[in-house]
């Protein structure tokens, strides 16, 4: 299923994950493109000490955006060099979440060990600061759901990018947790996630594009944008057979809660 020029007018989303320029200009003309094609607003992602400044001074420059300080997990092995500033950004006003954070033992740019490390330090400061949690895991369930489950999840956490099945997404769903679906739910070869999509209750459900990588058919292979979110939300409500603009309305609302925005 893809919108091309049949988007239902009056439609409205939120991009809950995005990568977006640290250019200010550059910046702008995603964030107003996205804008013109009917999202509200943008949760811009932080990965490190620097993306996560970006994000910051993005927020402030744009109404329509909002921040998230993070270490991912490729980055791990930076958490002595970077965590007490990150910490500091953090409390900004701007920031709605800690994150991206997690575990990715498909790449293994930081080791193992590092990876848990930053990992349980940021849930503990999601805590302390009363944050949501943004988790990226890739090829790390069980020990994603054992740190969690031995940190506590935060009140609010959401597991970006969500690349699960039904298994995972039931365990995600257990422990209180929201999904995010990004353009892989129109991938042919995504089976298993469109059927996570179906079985989750509309109220725990986000939508992102993961911007810029990760585009949506019908864009896939070009540089992803926020602008395109919609094609992501209609993947979404194929798997549900659910009504676009149904899917569009409660999944905004969703990230009013999740993101305290509202």
């Known amino acids: ?4 020029d049949d988007a239902p007018a009056g439609v409205r ?6 990568h977006l320029p640290a250019d ?17 607003w943008m949760v811009c992602v932080g990965t490190d000490l620097a993306t996560s400044r970006a994000a910051v001074a993005l927020a402030r420059h744009r109404s329509d955006v909002v921040a998230t300080v993070g270490l991912h997990p490729h980055d791990a092995v930076d958490l002595d060099d970077q ?7 953090a409390a ?42 943004v988790i990226h895991t890739r090829e790390a369930w069980d020990e994603t759901f054992a740190i969690l489950d031995e940190e506590g999840l935060p009140r609010r956490t959401v597991f970006h990018c969500f690349t699960g099945g039904p298994t995972e997404a039931a365990s995600c769903l257990a422990r209180g947790a ?22 989750a209750p509309l109220d725990r459900v ?3 594009t993961d911007s810029p990588y990760l585009a949506p058919v019908p864009f896939r292979g ?4 926020p602008a395109w979110v919609a094609e992501v939300g209609a993947g979404v409500a194929a798997a549900r057979n659910q009504e676009l603009a149904i899917v569009a309305e409660v999944t905004r609302h969703n990230a009013d809660l999740v993101f305290r925005v509202a």
Request: proline share 2%.
């Open 1 to 4: 299923m893809s919108l091309g």
């Open 24 to 40: 200010l200009a550059e910046a702008d003309a995603v964030c107003d493109r996205a804008r013109a094609a009917g999202v509200d």
């Open 206 to 208: 986000l939508i992102e």
């Open 83 to 89: 965590w007490t500033d990150l910490v500091e950004l």
């Open 222 to 225: 070009k540089t992803n944008e």
């Open 178 to 199: 929201y999904l995010s679906f990004s353009g892989i739910v129109t991938f042919k070869n995504a089976a298993e996630v469109r059927a996570a999509a179906a079985l």
């Open 13 to 18: 989303w939120v991009d809950s994950h995005c």
């Open 92 to 133: 900004a006003a701007e920031v709605v979440a800690v994150g991206e954070a997690g575990l990715d033992h498909h790449y293994e740019h930081s080791p193992g060990p590092d990876q848990a490390a930053a990992f349980r330090a940021q849930i503990r400061l999601a805590h302390e600061l009363d944050r949501t949690l």
